[in-house]
């Protein structure tokens, strides 16, 4: 058996499972078809529902992919060929000649900045930006390795040229580079491809052949800063400023005549942040969005929508639209389209249309399934073995994970790329750990201590030119080489090369330096090499420091050599100054108690205690209910699969009563929490009051949701017996006696009752719709008389299998729309039996309705299970503002809490189906098994500590803490006639990130951070000034 | 002088010696310099209450209102303060918006003697724009700045301006006849209570000053109203101190001597009244985190008096009597 995993994709889900999985042991083959990692979450301008800058939160992960010394990066390869079966697979991958020597190319830049060739469309910018014909995809690239289009460079077209090898100084140019097949054995493979958005192939009437009509890709990119125009809102004929922009949703999806008959999932979301930046990039602009159903399929997303409406003044109109032309002379388009309120057709002009063009599996997805011999299904997504397995190929040994699926958002994908590292690791376990490396020193670490006498070593990096052209190197180190206790300084062309690394090594023992500083570029990408060099000559890690010249001097002021000179000089001396003050730091190891806690034993719950069971970790899983199961317990027949929820329930609770490495506790409760990630004890307390104590590595937060009892509200108040809840109907459709049935004429379904309204609860709950059209289709089959009518405000069926199902079941049932202005009547007619007249407005017929029903049915949305509070209080994690656990990032972070070792998942996050629910709970264990595999976790060397002698007890630093990692302990003073208790701060360096927030806050300047203290900082700051005034630069 | 010597050739960091990071004594260095004056809010001061920012009589607040933002009422002080004095005066107390700091905690905390100097020098230009002749205070620090260490920079000061705690400003108009104490104690049974003499006001100052024994008269008279005066073990000049003074940090020794002080001042009253806010801030923060001295009401003196005091007879009969 194999410990390597080949993972083919690099985009989001490909990064999150690459990086997981060698956190749980394994080696990692990523290929990626471009020339960089990212794929398309890097060519977003901003993320919803938080509006960060998408490439911001994406870019420290795609360093640590580029750092992390277990991932192999495979970027511009292809995989051929795969054989074997699971556990020994053997893949050939093709590697694409980048006609650029990898090891050699420094990514300075310079051959670009003289590449003569004509620029050509960037695909990166999706076609709108330029490029040269050498290049790499955008600055952040990961790996900043550049690459020759051999179509367009000029030498390998015609022979000519050859500037680039002339100004190359690492000599990295080879036009003589051929593909190359590359042989590789793996143990599994997870597929993460992603999805294409291929404007072009949609039919004419939604204009795309028009110059001011974009795709939704294409108007992420118009309004990124690195964007084609520097993110100005701009359109292309004429590059002026457009005052009326339309977004069309649905351009192309939903619609049987397009071949892309399911809902994408996200454009309704992106749709509503692409305006909202518009409006916050310019003041001119108008958006108005041309909306199908609003489907905000996701934490706080329906808020987001309605947020742009209401202070970015976005208007909504719902239509449908039936072509859009283009004024020839203006260059504007014409909308038709028929106004669903009013029934009425218009026109509608805008200066520029952006299409929400449906997202469809990455090109070549079907010779990639040929090749790994995997089934796709009938979209041409990858097909899951099973509904609710659905990181499984129908391969065993292939796993599948994020948009190659089907449509999701980032946390989704993010949410199964841990799940699928998980699984990969039960599949694997034999093997883990067996082909990873982890660096080990032979030189002894020297001793350095405080009162030795500073000798400084200082490289300064020309970068090829690119640091070089812009700042005087040697006029720098001219004035660097005098400074007082700087014993060795040189510059050379590349700091970063191999032999760079010997120099260092060599100076360092030659000069006993005990300190080294390198000025070169960002510590982001380049710190861990230096200090690792430091490692190889005996010198401990904390003992260098780097310098960033190249983004905030040579980058920054490429106008201005003398400023960027004078600031490089600044910046080395403050550097200098504070080296002096660097102590040896030490990393402490903490053992990982291998065990982890599940809280609830819903689906959730069983599903996490599973896959924690299966990869060999003692799991206890504590459920408040008599048995386990949770909302199962009351679910009727399972969607879309159309199953019988026992059959399920009964499945996955037999598995988890049969593991022996699980231990349930029924009807017991969490009564305290002590400890930190890796340690904890935690005391259980069940229904006799007894208590058991659990000494636990990890928790899992798995509490789950429960249905809104909606009292007041359409004539429920629990006496009246026919009108009821989803889950009321679904309990009473287990009974066996179905004769009430026959006695029903017409039942009518309310949605969204109590859900998305302006007070109270505000948000979408996701699984309403979807139950309900469920039953409806039930009820109808048990009694095919019975007439069904559903009030609906909009549906919510955003998945790839929804859009069908919900098209199937509308024959079913009369669907009215109404609004949340103005609500349908219930009044009740007669006692028994019972019988209530149902008024309502219908927008669709512009009309008002009256009819009796026997039965109504109210959709209420998933709100938070009860006593969240204490239990958040316990685990130190916070709650949002609707009740539910609030993780650590909405959108890269969603299974983690800010305090490392406990984790959520389930509809303890948020409302969501089984299918989700599943894929959650196997990601959180995927991230809870990192820490509980690797059986230690290493603390930084650069965490705040705390004099003791001078903390003062108040607490401040506790509160601020975002990591939890501040405890207030008591200790008993002694003094001559009075011994008190007093409260002193005592941080973990397990949990401690370093960010030092405490050290700001603390009132007595008691807390530090080791490596940036006080002193330090302050001896850069004077370096700094003192300088300005002997210059007289200053005051 | 000897003593800020002392206080900088002990520490060399003398900055890291000040709590709060030193922001309050920051402001203190902003408003030495010329041409700055900060802008005050004088939100505390009720609508029914007229000010003026000229006038014989002057209330110095002190840095009572900044303290407010941290901790909670200090501005009552303030209140009850300014509620006597304009009970008792005829004309408008003479409030400044742009008052500055006496630069106490400056000179004491961190030695610093020119801006200590500076704010002297502002202050009294200021008191001599507005033509103040009284100068009155309910900061113990405050007053002993004024009253004491001012005159020896400035020979003439005490000659300008008469400066008086807000106990010798009740206790010489309770001896001049001007007012009563009155007010009888509403609990039935009868409530004892202490004196914590702030350093500021007893062995801090030149020992002709008789406040401490001031404030004892003005205790015995609460003997007729219900109320029973208790000295703490050790009291006048021998008080135990509050911790800290001038903002310096405060520690587990400073705590423990607190703690011992509010042993004391349990078993010797139910109400421990004190005359100084920092006195107060710094003896009731101790409270929060221990319980077993909580049940002891700390308050102010001007807090504890504003509601004994009854002006004999009407202001314009006093005129007459002139």
């Known amino acids: 058996m194999e410990g390597a995993v080949l993972v083919i994709g690099a985009g989001i889900a490909g990064i999150q499972t690459s990086l997981d999985l060698t956190e749980l042991g394994f080696k990692v083959y990523l290929v990626e078809k471009s020339p960089s990692i990212g794929g398309r979450m890097a060519q977003l301008d901003k993320t919803f529902?938080?509006?960060?800058?998408?490439?911001?939160?994406?870019?420290?992960?795609?360093?640590?992919?580029?750092?992390?010394?277990?991932?192999?990066?495979?970027?511009?390869?292809?995989?051929?060929?795969?054989?074997?079966?699971?556990?020994?697979?053997?893949?050939?991958?093709?590697?694409?000649?980048?006609?650029?020597?990898?090891?050699?190319?420094?990514?300075?830049?310079?051959?670009?900045?003289?590449?003569?060739?004509?620029?050509?469309?960037?695909?990166?910018?999706?076609?709108?930006?330029?490029?040269?014909?050498?290049?790499?995809?955008?600055?952040?690239?990961?790996?900043?390795?550049?690459?020759?289009?051999?179509?367009?460079?000029?030498?390998?077209?015609?022979?000519?040229?050859?500037?680039?090898?002339?100004?190359?100084?690492?000599?990295?140019?080879?036009?003589?580079?051929?593909?190359?097949?590359?042989?590789?054995?793996?143990?599994?493979?997870?597929?993460?491809?992603?999805?294409d958005m291929p404007a072009e192939e949609l039919s004419p009437r939604w204009g795309y052949r028009f110059q001011n009509v974009v795709s939704a890709l294409e108007y992420e990119r118009i309004l990124c800063a690195s964007g084609p125009f520097g993110g100005h809102v701009l359109r292309l004929s004429d590059e002026e400023e457009p005052e009326k922009i339309a977004f069309i949703q649905c351009a192309g999806s939903r619609d049987l005549h397009e071949n892309v008959p399911y809902c994408s999932s996200v454009c309704c979301m992106y749709t509503a942040k692409e305006a909202i930046i518009t409006a916050e990039h310019s003041e001119n602009a108008k958006c108005f969005v041309f909306r199908h159903d609003i489907r905000a399929y996701g934490k706080n997303f329906y808020e987001f929508t309605q947020r742009a409406q209401d202070e970015y003044g976005v208007k909504y109109f719902q239509?449908?639209?039936?072509?859009?032309?283009?004024?020839?002379?203006?260059?504007?388009?014409i909308i038709h389209y028929e106004d669903l309120k009013t029934g009425k057709f218009n026109d509608f002009v805008a200066n520029l249309v952006v299409l929400a063009t449906p997202l469809v599996p990455k090109k070549g997805i079907g010779e990639l399934a040929t090749i790994l011999d995997v089934e796709l299904d009938k979209y041409d997504f990858f097909k899951e073995k099973s509904y609710f397995t659905k990181s499984l190929s129908s391969r065993e040994g292939i796993f599948l994970c994020g948009f190659c699926q089907g449509p999701k958002d980032i946390p989704e994908t993010v949410a199964d790329a841990s799940g699928v590292a998980s699984k990969v690791a039960t599949l694997l376990k034999s093997a883990q750990f067996t082909q990873v490396r982890e660096k080990e020193f032979d030189v002894a670490e020297k001793q350095v201590n405080p009162s030795d006498e500073p000798r400084i070593g200082v490289l300064i990096c020309h970068c090829g030119i690119n640091i070089g052209k812009y700042v005087d190197v040697p006029h720098v180190r001219d004035y660097i080489k005098l400074l007082p206790n700087v014993v060795w300084c040189e510059d050379n062309l590349y700091s970063c090369s191999s032999d760079s690394q010997e120099l260092i090594k060599e100076k360092i023992q030659e000069h006993n330096l005990n300190r080294l500083i390198v000025a070169s570029c960002t510590p982001r990408t380049h710190e861990p090499l230096f200090q690792e060099t430091c490692q190889e000559a005996g010198l401990n890690k904390y003992l260098f420091e780097m310098v960033n010249i190249r983004d905030q001097c040579s980058w920054v002021h490429m106008t201005e050599k003398k400023a960027a000179t004078d600031k490089s000089m600044d910046l080395i001396r403050m550097a200098v100054s504070k080296s002096k003050l660097l102590k040896p730091q030490k990393e402490e190891k903490i053992g990982v108690i291998p065990t982890a806690l599940v809280i609830g034993g819903g689906v959730s719950g069983m599903t996490a205690s599973l896959e924690l069971a299966n990869q060999g970790f003692k799991t206890y899983v504590i459920e408040k209910e008599k048995k386990l199961g949770g909302n199962l317990n009351n679910l009727n027949i399972l969607y879309p699969i159309q199953e019988d929820a026992s059959i399920f329930l009964n499945d996955i609770v037999g598995k988890v009563e049969s593991n022996n490495n699980i231990e349930a506790h029924l009807e017991s409760t969490i009564k305290d929490v002590k400890g930190y990630i890796g340690n904890y004890d935690v005391s259980i307390i069940d229904s006799k009051?007894?208590?058991?104590?659990?000494?636990?590595?990890?928790?899992?937060?798995?509490?789950?949701?429960?249905?809104?009892?909606?009292?007041?509200?359409?004539?429920?108040?629990?006496?009246?017996?026919?009108?009821?809840?989803?889950?009321?109907?679904?309990?009473?459709?287990?009974?066996?006696?179905?004769?009430?049935?026959?006695?029903?004429?017409?039942?009518?379904?309310?949605?969204?009752?109590?859900?998305?309204?302006?007070?109270?609860?505000?948000?979408?709950?996701?699984?309403?719709?979807?139950?309900?059209?469920?039953?409806?289709?039930?009820?109808?089959?048990?009694?095919?008389?019975?007439?069904?009518?559903?009030?609906?405000?909009?549906?919510?069926?955003?998945?790839?299998?929804?859009?069908?199902?919900?098209?199937?079941?509308?024959?079913?049932?009369?669907?009215?729309?109404?609004?949340?202005?103005?609500?349908?009547?219930?009044?009740?007619?007669?006692?028994?039996?019972?019988?209530?007249?149902?008024?309502?407005?219908?927008?669709?017929?512009?009309?008002?309705?009256?009819?009796?029903?026997?039965?109504?049915?109210?959709?209420?949305?998933?709100?938070?299970?009860?006593?969240?509070?204490?239990?958040?209080?316990?685990?130190?994690?916070?709650?949002?503002?609707?009740?539910?656990?609030?993780?650590?990032?909405?959108?890269?972070r969603p299974l983690d809490f800010a305090t490392d070792g406990i984790f959520l998942c389930g509809c303890a996050q948020w409302p969501k189906n089984i299918q989700d629910s599943i894929s959650q709970a196997s990601g959180a264990a995927g991230r809870a098994s990192r820490f509980l595999s690797a059986g230690e976790i290493t603390t930084s060397g650069l965490v705040a500590e705390v004099t003791q002698s001078k903390c003062i007890g108040c607490g401040e630093c506790e509160e601020v803490c975002p990591y939890k990692a501040i405890e207030l302990i008591e200790i008993t003073k002694n003094f001559e006639d009075v011994s008190i208790i007093v409260k002193k701060s005592s941080i973990n360096s397990a949990l401690c990130k370093g960010c030092g927030t405490c050290a700001a806050t603390c009132p007595v300047g008691a807390i530090s951070v080791k490596h940036y203290d006080f002193d330090q900082i302050g001896a850069m700051i004077d370096s700094y000034l003192l300088e300005k005034i002997k210059n007289g630069g200053i005051i | 002088m000897a003593r800020y010597k002392m206080r900088q050739s002990a520490n060399k960091n003398i900055d890291e010696l000040i709590a709060h990071k030193g922001v309050y004594t920051t402001i203190t260095e902003i408003m030495s310099q010329p041409y700055i004056n900060p802008d005050r809010s004088l939100e505390w001061v009720p609508k029914n209450i007229k000010i003026a920012d000229k006038g014989n009589v002057l209330y110095y607040v002190g840095c009572i209102p900044y303290f407010n933002y941290e901790f909670d009422k200090i501005n009552s002080i303030a209140l009850s303060t300014l509620q006597i004095l304009s009970l008792i005066e005829k004309e408008p107390i003479v409030l400044f918006k742009e008052e500055i700091c006496c630069g106490h905690d400056v000179y004491?905390?961190?030695?610093?003697?020119?801006?200590?100097?500076?704010?002297?020098?502002?202050?009294?230009?200021?008191?001599?724009?507005?033509?103040?002749?009284?100068?009155?205070?309910?900061?113990?620090?405050?007053?002993?700045?004024?009253?004491?260490?001012?005159?020896?920079?400035?020979?003439?000061?005490?000659?300008?301006?008469?400066?008086?705690?807000?106990?010798?400003?009740?206790?010489?108009?309770?001896?001049?006849?001007?007012?009563?104490?009155?007010?009888?104690?509403?609990?039935?049974?009868?409530?004892?209570?202490?004196?914590?003499?702030?350093?500021?006001?007893?062995?801090?100052?030149?020992?002709?000053?008789?406040?401490?024994?001031?404030?004892?008269?003005?205790?015995?008279?609460?003997?007729?109203?219900?109320?029973?005066?208790?000295?703490?073990?050790?009291?006048?000049?021998?008080?135990?101190?509050?911790?800290?003074?001038?903002?310096?940090?405060?520690?587990?020794?400073?705590?423990a001597l607190r703690y011992k002080r509010m042993l004391e001042a349990k078993t010797a009253g139910e109400i421990m009244l004190t005359a100084c806010p920092k006195c107060k801030i710094h003896l009731s923060c101790l409270q929060d985190d221990y319980a077993d001295i909580s049940s002891v009401e700390i308050s102010d003196f001007s807090e504890f008096l504003v509601n004994h005091i009854k002006v004999i007879k009407p202001k314009k009969d006093i005129e007459v009597e002139k």
Request: proline share 4%; charged share 30%; net charge neutral.
């Open chain 1, 49 to 195: 529902p938080t509006n960060d800058c998408s490439l911001c939160i994406l870019a420290p992960k795609m360093v640590e992919v580029y750092r992390n010394p277990n991932i192999e990066l495979m970027t511009y390869h292809e995989v051929k060929a795969i054989s074997g079966e699971a556990g020994n697979f053997d893949v050939t991958v093709l590697k694409k000649p980048r006609y650029i020597d990898e090891d050699k190319c420094k990514g300075c830049g310079d051959c670009a900045a003289k590449c003569p060739k004509i620029q050509v469309p960037n695909s990166f910018d999706m076609n709108l930006g330029k490029r040269k014909s050498i290049y790499i995809p955008f600055p952040q690239a990961v790996p900043p390795i550049y690459l020759i289009d051999p179509e367009l460079c000029l030498m390998l077209t015609k022979g000519v040229c050859g500037v680039c090898e002339k100004v190359c100084e690492a000599k990295a140019i080879n036009y003589e580079q051929k593909e190359q097949e590359i042989n590789i054995k793996v143990g599994a493979v997870v597929v993460a491809t992603g999805f």
């Open chain 1, 689 to 892: 009051d007894k208590l058991t104590e659990i000494k636990t590595g990890a928790i899992i937060v798995a509490t789950g949701g429960q249905e809104f009892k909606p009292n007041g509200l359409f004539q429920y108040d629990g006496k009246n017996k026919q009108v009821m809840t989803q889950l009321e109907i679904e309990q009473k459709l287990q009974d066996t006696d179905k004769s009430w049935l026959e006695k029903l004429k017409r039942v009518t379904f309310i949605l969204c009752v109590g859900a998305r309204q302006k007070d109270g609860i505000s948000y979408c709950s996701n699984v309403c719709c979807g139950t309900s059209i469920k039953n409806i289709n039930i009820l109808k089959e048990l009694n095919p008389n019975l007439e069904i009518v559903v009030l609906y405000r909009d549906i919510q069926m955003a998945k790839k299998e929804f859009e069908e199902y919900y098209r199937n079941r509308r024959k079913d049932a009369m669907f009215l729309r109404y609004e949340l202005e103005r609500l349908p009547k219930v009044t009740k007619l007669a006692k028994s039996p019972e019988k209530y007249k149902v008024e309502v407005f219908d927008t669709n017929l512009q009309d008002n309705l009256n009819f009796e029903t026997d039965l109504i049915v109210l959709a209420t949305p998933m709100v938070p299970a009860d006593n969240l509070k204490d239990l958040a209080m316990m685990l130190k994690v916070p709650l949002d503002r609707t009740g539910f656990f609030l993780e650590a990032h909405v959108k890269l």
């Open chain 1, 319 to 333: 239509t449908k639209i039936s072509t859009i032309e283009e004024n020839p002379e203006t260059n504007d388009l």
């Open chain 2, 108 to 255: 004491w905390g961190q030695g610093k003697l020119e801006v200590f100097i500076n704010l002297a020098k502002k202050n009294i230009e200021m008191f001599e724009k507005a033509g103040i002749s009284t100068i009155v205070t309910a900061c113990a620090e405050c007053y002993r700045t004024l009253k004491v260490d001012y005159p020896k920079l400035f020979e003439d000061f005490g000659q300008k301006f008469e400066v008086k705690h807000i106990i010798e400003y009740i206790y010489d108009n309770w001896k001049e006849g001007k007012i009563e104490i009155v007010g009888k104690n509403e609990s039935e049974e009868e409530t004892s209570f202490t004196y914590h003499d702030p350093c500021r006001l007893s062995r801090f100052l030149p020992e002709d000053n008789k406040i401490t024994d001031k404030s004892r008269e003005i205790f015995k008279e609460f003997e007729k109203l219900g109320y029973k005066f208790t000295e703490m073990e050790h009291n006048k000049s021998n008080s135990l101190c509050c911790g800290v003074n001038s903002w310096m940090n405060c520690n587990e020794k400073s705590k």
